[in-house]
């Protein structure tokens, strides 16, 4: 009974250890479609597509082409959603969508309908897709071009920018505006905007999801010196070294063989710390030095303060 037991641990072993990892098969289910159904013709724009939630699936691809998936033009949505409602917003004209359910080894098989958006003069239903700075976005720049999709009947765009209550709202007869953020220097600021269409007799709606734009002028926290200590000598083995900062693209290191920095040699580098054989520097006259200070600078360029300054002397 020892000898039979320990192989009947390792099969149960086997066997809860699979269990844990069982993937559903769901490729002979189907979807159930709720809306649009197949051969749908609206004025509405703004399209919801919609269908119930399939047992055993983690996601689901849908796919969006004009005119049809036999003779496509264009590809508008190829994307994996993890609900089952997805929201866009379409001009006038035909279009085929189709949906599958997947998981990590199984996929449903697609589901295609027909779709066909009217045209209509009357605004009051439709929505702007917003396209750019997209959703949640970061620039390290104020002035910011936003961009938003046309609907073909509409004469102007009312863009409206919020900075907590509206910054701004202006009137436009094209579909994108370049414009200058008022972000404070030194500061990241968050922004909303969005965009409606207006013609003779009625406006659009605003899209229901406003869109965030972010305009980071704050630069990195400011290095610390390491080595070597205030006053201190140096090898031109040793290395001039300083805390690394998170979130930079690269320190610059500056050089020189006077206080004020007049005659400064400087290097950019990734790393926290440079070879004094890379400075190219003699060894120090008896009482004199060489200062040295560091700044760093984030992905948008934005710079740190300077560390404070330090001298050194250097021997062989």
């Excluded at 917003?130 to 390290?140: D, E, H, N, R």
């Excluded at 922004?191 to 009625?202: G, L």
């Excluded at 926290?272 to 040295?292: E, H, K, M, Q, R």
């Amino acid at each position: 009974m020892k000898k039979i037991l320990p192989f009947i641990i390792a099969i149960s072993c086997v066997w809860a250890c699979q269990k844990d990892f069982v993937v559903s098969n769901i490729s002979k289910k189907s979807l159930k479609i709720n809306a649009p159904s197949d051969n749908a013709s609206t004025t509405i724009n703004l399209v919801t597509f919609w269908w119930d939630v399939l047992d055993g699936a983690e996601q689901y691809n849908l796919q969006i082409v004009k005119p049809d998936f036999t003779n496509t033009v264009q590809l508008l949505v190829d994307t994996n959603v993890i609900t089952n409602k997805f929201n866009f917003a379409l001009k006038p004209g035909t279009y085929q969508w189709r949906v599958k359910a997947t998981n990590a080894g199984y996929s449903t098989p697609y589901q295609t309908f027909n779709l066909k958006i009217d045209t209509t003069s009357d605004l009051s239903e439709q929505v702007i897709n917003l396209v750019s700075p997209a959703k949640g976005a970061i620039v390290g720049n104020t002035a910011v071009t936003f961009n938003w999709s046309s609907i073909s009947v509409a004469k102007k765009y009312r863009l409206q920018i919020n900075e907590g209550l509206i910054l701004d709202t202006t009137l436009v007869s094209k579909t994108s505006l370049s414009y200058n953020l008022p972000a404070a220097k030194s500061n990241t600021t968050a922004y909303t905007w969005n965009v409606k269409a207006i013609n003779d007799f009625s406006e659009s709606q605003f899209n229901p999801v406003s869109f965030t734009v972010t305009v980071d002028l704050k630069g990195p926290t400011t290095p610390v010196l390491q080595f070597p200590a205030i006053n201190g000598t140096m090898k031109t083995s040793d290395s001039l070294k300083w805390n690394a900062n998170v979130d930079i693209l690269y320190d610059s290191v500056y050089v020189a063989d006077d206080s004020l920095f007049s005659n400064v040699f400087q290097v950019r580098t990734d790393i926290n710390y440079i070879p004094v054989s890379d400075l190219s520097l003699s060894p120090n006259a008896l009482g004199t030095f060489y200062w040295w200070k560091v700044r760093a600078f984030d992905k948008f360029g934005n710079p740190s303060g300077y560390t404070s300054k330090r001298k050194f002397s250097l021997t062989q």
